[in-house]
């Protein structure tokens, strides 16, 4: 709430004591309908970007996902709204399409769609896409008082990026392109325009220094990986350490004392995020 309404003394202790926060509890999702709705939005705002994917996609209970995998179309006004064997809990005042928590779409249309009013009514508008490997592409709209705004972007097989935006007649926006080579595209006119470029990144990386080794569980390519260059590691995954789980390559180096070598760590680094989507 403080990052978000600008009510801090210092912003980078803020977003410390913020990550820092989430580490301790294992990055669970612990916000109501006041915290819960902006969460995704403001760690993407303030350089947590990993992080707030994480938790949009994680799909343990408390979560999104979780609901999505009960088969919820529309979200939820209680995480357990509907129980996992497919009934409704007791709970009085059970909405099964609640604003609360559907308010994290707006970390869906203004950062990874980018799309952000500069003048009333979308008149002038910012469109700045946020591409994750998680998600892979994405296709959205949305209909301003001034016209219809379209935004889609995709991560190819190739490597390279597609964007593709359509601003409404007499309408005008600030394109930024995500990782472009050049000079940004600019301010365009109304139209359909299209990009495809090679970003000065790697994109198509399954993981990165901050992805949880929980999320690697499922995959035998990062587990061998994890085996062959770190049994130790491999140990205290396997066995479900609750802490190790939520470990990943970066918080790992404070981990000295049990062994975790710099050289070491930096070989699965290599060979972890040379690993690509398919």
């Known amino acids: 709430m403080a990052l978000y309404s600008g009510i801090y003394k210092d912003h980078d202790l803020a977003v410390a004591g913020l990550r820092e926060r989430l580490y301790k ?43 999505i995998n009960l088969g919820a179309t529309t979200v939820w006004e209680r995480w357990n709204s509907v129980l996992d064997d497919g009934t409704m809990s007791g709970t009085m005042m059970n909405s099964l399409n609640h604003y609360a928590f559907g308010a994290v779409a707006e970390f869906l249309y203004q950062n990874v769609m ?10 002038k508008a910012r469109i700045a896409p946020m591409i994750h490997q998680k998600l892979g592409w994405l296709k959205g709209s949305y209909a301003s008082a001034h016209g219809t705004y379209q935004v889609e972007w995709r991560l190819k097989k190739d490597g390279n990026v597609y964007i593709k935006v359509q601003i409404p007649f007499g309408c005008t926006a600030q394109v930024v392109l995500p990782f472009y080579p050049g000079p940004d595209a600019g301010e365009l006119n109304a139209g359909v325009h299209e990009f495809e470029y090679r970003p000065t990144r790697e994109l198509r990386c399954r993981y990165t ?35 190790f789980l939520h470990e990943n390559l970066t918080t790992l180096k404070n981990m000295f004392f049990l062994g975790f070598s710099g050289e070491m760590i930096d070989a699965l680094t290599k060979e972890l995020t040379g690993l690509y989507r398919e």
């Open 25 to 67: 509890d294992c990055y669970k999702l612990k916000g109501g309908f006041v915290g819960a709705p902006i969460m995704c939005k403001v760690m993407a705002d303030n350089g947590l970007a990993e992080e707030a994917f994480y938790f949009l996609l994680q799909d343990g209970f408390p979560g999104w996902m979780h609901c």
């Open 114 to 123: 980018g799309l952000r009013p500069i003048e009333p009514g979308f008149k």
């Open 209 to 243: 220094k901050k992805t949880l080794f929980k999320d690697m569980l499922g995959d035998a390519q990062a587990m061998e990986i994890i085996e062959r260059l770190s049994p130790q590691l491999f140990h205290f995954l396997a066995s479900g350490d609750e802490e």
